[in-house]
């Protein structure tokens, strides 16, 4: 034991948590490491300078960068970024309007307005309708239960999530629900089509009612569900079995209409589980001849109820779930998801970690694309192109396991940064991948793209037009088909999308076809992103942040110095402590805007993680798209709106 510089050292190492001055021990009654040892006993009145030589390690540990006191407890600010001129915006636009004494303009991490229910359907049109706001896009529904919250007015409240194309802004509306078993606000169905699944959402989760609904019944839960499953007072581990073996069918498929003048009518029934669904959903449609002249989309078939999950595991625990969602580009819906939690916490990631992300998960979405364009094309008999597009999806494969040992859910980030650094031979295998897959692309597109009986399929069937995706809150590769040129990577840049050359590709006929060019033209830009990414990316250097209070320190380090083995400690049993507060994050998914809203009460786990999922609205609106058309067509176009049944449902 050496003490030249008043420290206790036990085999060459200083125990850094024993402090040196009387009074600074804040763990322990009475201030004192046993009972009966005044606590400056172990006070040095005279530091020597030869103690560091007693130990030629002794710096490399002491060098090590801590941030805050010991402990892993929870940080004592959030750095954001002031969006006071935001809100004071949207101050000056509303203070123009009669609405003016009945809103409440909040700055929060989105401008944000409190509204009462009776105020917000003329709030929603004014939203929508004003040349200077112009919310055209709903985004996202979100219910809230402030039972166990502290400081809130109310325990209910309705968090609407809008966006503006033309001013690329997003705004927060909070609809504080009065105190009652049932909480009613108005339907705004009639201002955003939009709305319409997500207010079923909110009714079946939270039992919100909303009156002027056309529709309102349970979307997720099965109807002989008792309850609301997310509210605070329902039991996680509470079950309701279903064990009706005819499926629900709606009242006008139950009866058969003959016409004069008509083919004979039936009704056709697909699903829950048929190969061409591609998941668990069933449509019913009613036939003329060959003609739908009426469908209905049913789902809840696989919900899993990600968000009751999210709320009884720790922020870092909910990672692998994220990974299930859209299960084909899964890496995609975990940096998604971190993000949100990081700009809660205030913290950066490496730009190594960050490149990495950006590199995999553009790897992800031509993966997602590939496997779409391929099942789309054996959907309609091109079975060929089905092997040529999936190389490209092994070779991918291989990558991710490589990074991670894992090939379909990866859970490779982690919040602050990745879970371990990338292999050695990174770099080589994106450079051969990035050789490989243009080879396979364009053999696909010199059979597909001007195929005739491919053209024939698909061009014309499927039709959305640019009025209509906005109306039906669709974003992604679907909305850019139809001539809107919104990528959340350009509108709202993150991670490096903004230092890199890259376009947006759009189409314009809002077709089947359309859907095909744009989803083959982002494969490219995506290759192109990666190039640049690699040219820019650090042969070493960290992956995760060096923040302890959210990061597992290194692991040489928590074997030998006492501040690190506490920080693990802590994080090991009460995980991350994200200080109490909301963020909505967005980042541009496989499919379009992928959404968390995150409510943190300053524990351990979320208070309620609410995810935007790009095929909810697809799904709502698919039933519309395909009236009109042919039962073959609505498979097709079920396959280019590429519904994943893990997303749809969470």
């Known amino acids: 034991m050496g003490h030249l510089d008043g420290r206790l050292r036990i085999v060459r190492r200083v125990l850094s948590r024993l402090p040196r001055h009387a009074g600074d021990r804040r763990d322990r009654a009475g201030r004192r490491v046993r009972a009966g040892l005044p606590a400056d006993a172990r006070r040095a009145d005279v530091r020597d300078p030869r103690a560091a030589a007693q130990d030629p390690l002794r710096g490399e540990v002491a060098g090590r960068s801590f941030r805050g006191s010991g402990g892993g407890g929870a940080l004592s600010s959030v750095e954001t970024v002031p969006l006071a001129p935001a809100a004071e915006k949207l101050r000056e636009r509303f203070a123009r309007s009669p609405l003016s004494e009945r809103v409440a303009v909040v700055d929060l991490d989105l401008p944000t307005l409190e509204v009462a229910p009776a105020d917000w359907p003329a709030v929603a049109r004014f939203l929508r309708d004003d040349s200077e706001c112009a919310y055209d896009l709903f985004l996202d529904l979100a219910g809230v239960d402030n039972a166990k919250r502290r400081g809130r007015?109310?325990?209910?409240?309705?968090?609407?999530?809008?966006?503006?194309?033309p001013r690329s802004e997003h705004v927060r509306v909070k609809v504080i629900l009065p105190d009652t078993a049932e909480p009613r606000l108005p339907s705004v169905?009639?201002?955003?089509?939009?709305?319409?699944?997500?207010?079923?959402?909110?009714?079946?989760?939270?039992?919100?009612?909303?009156?002027?609904?056309?529709?309102?019944?349970?979307?997720?839960?099965?109807?002989?569900f008792v309850g609301h499953p997310l509210r605070k007072d329902y039991s996680p581990g509470q079950r309701w079995f279903f064990a009706e073996e005819d499926l629900r069918m709606p009242s006008w498929a139950t009866h058969t209409e003959e016409r004069a003048g008509h083919f004979e009518t039936q009704t056709l029934s697909i699903g829950p589980s048929h190969p061409a669904t591609h998941g668990i959903v069933h449509?019913?449609?009613?036939?003329?001849?060959?003609?739908?002249?009426?469908?209905?989309?049913?789902i809840g078939y696989m919900h899993r109820c990600f968000e009751k999950m999210a709320e009884t595991h720790t922020w870092n625990q909910v990672i692998p779930f994220c990974d299930r969602l859209n299960y084909v580009s899964a890496m995609i819906n975990g940096v998604g998801y971190v993000k949100t939690v990081e700009k809660m916490l205030g913290i950066e990631v490496p730009?190594?970690?960050?490149?990495?992300?950006?590199?995999?998960?553009?790897?992800?979405?031509i993966m997602d694309h590939c496997v779409d364009i391929g099942a789309n094309l054996v959907d309609i008999g091109a079975l060929?192109?089905?092997?040529?597009?999936?190389?490209?999806?092994?070779?991918?494969?291989?990558?991710?396991?490589?990074?991670?040992?894992?090939?379909?859910?990866?859970?490779?980030?982690?919040?602050?940064?990745?879970?371990?650094?990338?292999?050695?031979?990174?770099?080589?295998?994106?450079?051969?991948?990035?050789?490989?897959?243009?080879?396979?692309?364009?053999?696909?597109?010199?059979?597909?793209?001007?195929?005739?009986?491919?053209?024939?399929?698909?061009?014309?069937?499927?039709?959305?037009?640019?009025?209509?995706?906005?109306?039906?809150?669709?974003?992604?590769?679907?909305?850019r088909?139809?001539?809107?040129?919104?990528?959340?990577?350009?509108?709202?840049?993150?991670?490096?999308?903004?230092?890199?050359d890259w376009d947006v590709p759009?189409?314009?006929?809002?077709?089947?076809?359309?859907?095909?060019?744009?989803?083959?033209?982002?494969?490219?830009?995506?290759l192109s992103i990666i190039r640049q990414a690699l040219d820019v990316f650090p042969e070493s250097g960290p992956v995760s942040s060096d923040d302890w209070h959210v990061v597992l320190p290194p692991k040489d380090a928590v074997y030998h110095d006492m501040e690190s083995l506490i920080f693990h400690f802590k994080l090991i049993?009460?995980?991350?402590?994200?200080?109490?507060?909301?963020?909505?994050?967005?980042?541009?998914?496989?499919?379009?805007?992928?959404?968390?809203?995150?409510i943190s009460d300053g524990g351990a786990g979320p208070y309620r993680v609410k995810v935007r999922p790009p095929c909810f609205p697809m799904m709502a609106a698919y039933e519309k798209i395909i009236i009109g058309g042919t039962i073959s067509d609505a498979i097709a176009t079920l396959g280019t709106l590429n519904i994943i049944a893990g997303e749809l449902e969470r």
């Not at 759009?506 to 995506?526: F, H, I, K, P």
């Open 189 to 224: 169905v009639d201002v955003w089509p939009a709305a319409n699944w997500f207010e079923r959402e909110a009714f079946d989760l939270y039992g919100f009612d909303f009156p002027g609904h056309p529709n309102l019944r349970r979307i997720l839960v099965h109807d002989a």
């Open 283 to 298: 449509l019913v449609a009613r036939l003329d001849g060959e003609r739908i002249k009426r469908a209905e989309t049913q």
């Open 506 to 526: 759009v189409a314009t006929d809002g077709d089947n076809y359309a859907r095909y060019l744009v989803r083959m033209e982002e494969m490219r830009q995506s």
């Open 481 to 500: 088909s139809t001539g809107v040129a919104y990528d959340v990577r350009r509108s709202r840049p993150y991670d490096f999308y903004d230092r890199f």
């Open 573 to 598: 049993m009460e995980g991350i402590r994200v200080p109490a507060g909301e963020r909505y994050d967005w980042i541009e998914g496989a499919n379009g805007e992928l959404g968390f809203y995150a």
């Open 153 to 165: 007015p109310t325990r209910f409240e309705a968090v609407y999530h809008l966006h503006s194309l």
């Open 351 to 365: 730009d190594r970690g960050r490149l990495v992300r950006t590199i995999l998960s553009e790897f992800s979405r």
């Open 384 to 479: 060929t192109n089905f092997w040529y597009l999936y190389q490209p999806r092994e070779g991918i494969y291989g990558l991710l396991e490589a990074c991670c040992g894992a090939r379909l859910t990866v859970s490779y980030v982690r919040v602050g940064g990745l879970a371990i650094d990338v292999p050695e031979d990174f770099v080589p295998r994106c450079r051969a991948l990035l050789e490989s897959i243009p080879k396979f692309l364009n053999d696909v597109d010199r059979l597909v793209t001007r195929n005739r009986i491919v053209r024939n399929r698909l061009a014309g069937t499927g039709v959305i037009t640019k009025e209509q995706a906005i109306a039906w809150g669709l974003t992604g590769p679907v909305l």
